[in-house]
């Protein structure tokens, strides 16, 4: 019903920046809230960023607030990762998802959400 492909991610410096990007299918764009989880090896794929359909609300986890925005463009089919001040504890694989379950609310669970990209690599080195 839904594809999604994340890009963007690659290996920087502690302190740097990067830009992931989802790439979404579909013209049901609009109707769909999307999140944003991370995985590092050997742990739980975890809740980092969503946005709700209309784009008005958006929750993230607390090791992300004030460095992470996440945002959507409805014209482009994109949702967006904007990564400032990178640590290497930001260290995993990045997931993009889809969430289409009608509500305003932002959802965290990695079981809520029911379509997900591949993953793109994102390494922070100090």
């Known amino acids: 019903q839904v594809q999604l492909e994340e890009s963007g991610g690659g290996l920087v410096q502690a302190g740097g920046s990067l830009r992931l990007s989802c790439a979404v299918s579909?013209?049901?764009?609009?109707?769909?809230?999307f999140g944003w989880f991370r995985q590092a090896p050997g742990k739980e794929r975890d809740f980092v960023a969503g946005?709700?359909?209309?784009?008005?609300?958006?929750s993230y986890a607390d090791s992300v607030k004030g460095r992470f925005t996440i945002s959507r463009d409805n014209v482009k089919n994109t949702v967006y990762l904007q990564m400032n001040s990178l640590k290497p504890e930001d260290t995993a694989v990045y997931y993009c998802?889809?969430?289409?379950?009608?509500?305003?609310?932002?959802?965290?669970?990695?079981?809520?959400?029911?379509?997900w990209g591949q993953g793109t690599q994102v390494t922070v080195s100090s």
């Open positions: 998802a889809a969430d289409f379950q009608i509500s305003s609310r932002v959802r965290q669970g990695t079981d809520e959400y029911d379509f």
């Open positions: 946005i709700s359909r209309s784009g008005g609300s958006t």
């Open positions: 579909g013209r049901t764009f609009s109707r769909v809230a």
